[in-house]
């Protein structure tokens, strides 16, 4: 079974960094697409960043795009979230998830899975 496991989160002041990481199990490299979501108390999950385990092809968030930076060491299995400049509104629970075989492309989280317990942000004001 694929397994996904979230870790690296934490209490930073505004406009500080976190580096998220993701340790991914049992799943075929390949064509595959590891995407990072975060939801806020009383908010939908929503999509924040994807690679494909190619490293080449990333998709961001637009509210994230030039903070975030999504990577992959493909020799661990593991894939990063670097988030600089953060503002309280990244603050939430972020998950890492594997996308689903031809649903390239999509951001829903409906065509995501092996979800983890994720790992907790907050930024400060």
């Known amino acids: 079974d694929v397994q996904t496991v979230a870790s690296g989160g934490g209490l930073v002041p505004a406009g500080g960094s976190l580096r998220l990481s993701c340790a991914v199990s049992?799943?075929?490299?390949?064509?595959?697409?590891i995407g990072w979501f975060r939801q806020a108390p009383g908010k939908e999950r929503e999509f924040v960043a994807s690679?494909?385990?190619?490293?080449?092809?990333?998709e961001y968030a637009d509210d994230v795009k030039g903070r975030f930076t999504i990577s992959r060491d493909s020799t661990n299995n593991m894939v990063f979230l670097q988030m600089d400049s953060l503002q309280p509104n990244d603050t939430g629970v972020y998950y890492c998830?594997?996308?689903?075989?031809?649903?390239?492309?999509?951001?829903?989280?409906?065509?995501?899975?092996?979800w983890g317990q994720g790992t907790q942000v907050t930024v400060s004001s």
């Open positions: 998830a594997l996308r689903s075989p031809n649903r390239f492309g999509s951001t829903s989280r409906d065509d995501f899975g092996s």
């Open positions: 049992g799943f075929r490299a390949g064509d595959s697409t």
């Open positions: 690679i494909v385990w190619s490293g080449i092809t990333k």
